[in-house]
T-cell receptor, first 110, second 114 residues
Framework: QKEVEQNSGPLSVPEGAIASLNCTYS??????FFWYRQYSGKSPELIMS??SNGDKEDGRFTAQLNKASQYVSLLIRDSQPSDSATYLC??????????WGAGTKLIIKP | DTEVTQTPKHLVMGMTNKKSLKCEQH?????MYWYKQKAKKPPELMFV???????INESVPSRFSPECPNSSLLNLHLHALQPEDSALYLC?????????????FGDGTRLSIL
């Protein structure tokens, strides 16, 4: 059973601080990794894709991938109340199936 | 604004009704997906169409019937649903089913079964 694991939270972070969200996966053959943000009652919105080891930055967001440790993370710098949402980690496995984590609820405190 | 359009946004139906959910994308994507999402859970894959052919059916009950009339459209026909089928139904598309491309979601249809 291929798995993607995330801490369900909630993760509470003060406004302006760095939020760090983590995800581990079981299929060592996975090649594509995605972070989606989902506001309550809304649909998932793609915020980052990462495919190779290292860091990928896009504005306040940085995705980090370590395939040896089977670990992917998302950092949000200068956290804003509007970043409060559930963050879903999704991993495309060796059969091209998208495996979802359960999501981490992030709360940014003003 | 999302490039995957779903209609209707909300649907309330009785257990004996027949209704359809619609999804449209104009990104030239060749893979389209239906997901079901319950509160506080991740999306759960129902069906995958690749090049207008059904490629994955995740053992979904026959009261859900997908249809892909062309490469831009995806329908989900509903009949004799149960109260436990109340959920957010999400359509997504990607460039194709394999490869590294991400899936892009529509806004979803909130379905309530009375």
């Amino acid at each position: 059973q291929k798995e993607v694991e995330q801490n369900s939270g909630p993760l509470s972070v003060p406004e302006g601080a760095i939020a760090s969200l983590n995800c581990t996966y079981s299929d060592r053959g996975s090649q594509s990794f995605f972070w989606y943000r989902q506001y309550s009652g809304k649909s998932p919105e793609l915020i980052m894709s990462i495919y190779s080891n290292g860091d990928k930055e896009d504005g306040r967001f940085t995705a980090q991938l370590n395939k040896a440790s089977q670990y992917v993370s998302l950092l949000i710098r200068d956290s804003q109340p509007s970043d409060s949402a559930t963050y879903l980690c999704a991993v495309k496995d060796s059969n091209y199936q998208l495996i979802w984590g359960a999501g981490t609820k992030l709360i940014i405190k003003p | 604004d999302t490039e995957v359009t779903q209609t209707p946004k909300h649907l309330v139906m009785g257990m004996t009704n027949k209704k359809s959910l619609k999804c449209e994308q104009h990104m030239g994507h060749r893979a389209m997906y239906w997901y079901k999402q319950k509160a506080k859970k991740p999306p759960e894959l129902m069906f995958v169409y690749s090049y207008e052919k059904l490629s994955i059916n995740e053992s979904v009950p026959s009261r859900f019937s997908p249809e892909c009339p062309n490469s831009s459209l995806l329908n989900l026909h509903l009949h004799a649903l149960q109260p436990e089928d109340s959920a957010l139904y999400l359509c997504a598309s990607s460039q194709d089913r394999g490869g590294n491309q991400p899936q892009h979601f529509g806004d979803g249809t909130r379905l309530s079964i009375l």
